[in-house]
């Protein structure tokens, strides 16, 4: 069964870091391009960062640049957000999403984790 599982989240004060995983289960993700995308309320869901299967390369939105670090464990299976310098804008639920390098219709998305900025 193919899953991608997220973990943690959590409540931090604003300045304060959280380092999110996301585990994947049923598939390697190393031809696998990882992504994490993020969804406040109110608002659609929009890409925090990308990285390719051999982790070369990573792009990052222009909110997060500079704070945030995505990373991947091939060997684990397991993709990595790892969030610095957090802002109360930051408060979503973050999931991670895999795309298949030479199939996009090989998609998968984790349930989400909660991530909420507040003093």
């Known amino acids: 069964q193919v899953q991608l599982v997220e973990s943690g989240g959590g409540l931090v004060q604003p300045g304060g870091s959280l380092r999110l995983s996301c585990a994947a289960s049923?598939?390697?993700?190393?031809?696998?391009?990882m992504s994490w995308y993020r969804q406040a309320p109110g608002k659609e869901r929009e890409l925090v960062a990308d990285?390719?299967?051999?982790?070369?390369?990573?792009i990052y939105a222009g909110s997060v640049k500079g704070r945030f670090s995505i990373t991947r464990d091939n060997a684990k299976n397991t993709m990595y957000l790892q969030m610095n310098s957090l802002k109360p804008e930051d408060t979503a639920v973050y999931y991670c999403?895999?795309?298949?390098?030479?199939?996009?219709?090989?998609?998968?998305w984790g349930q989400g984790t909660q991530v909420t900025v507040s003093s």
């Open positions: 990285i390719t299967s051999g982790g070369v390369t990573t």
């Open positions: 999403k895999a795309r298949h390098q030479m199939a996009s219709t090989r998609t998968y």
């Open positions: 049923g598939f390697t993700i190393r031809t696998y391009l």
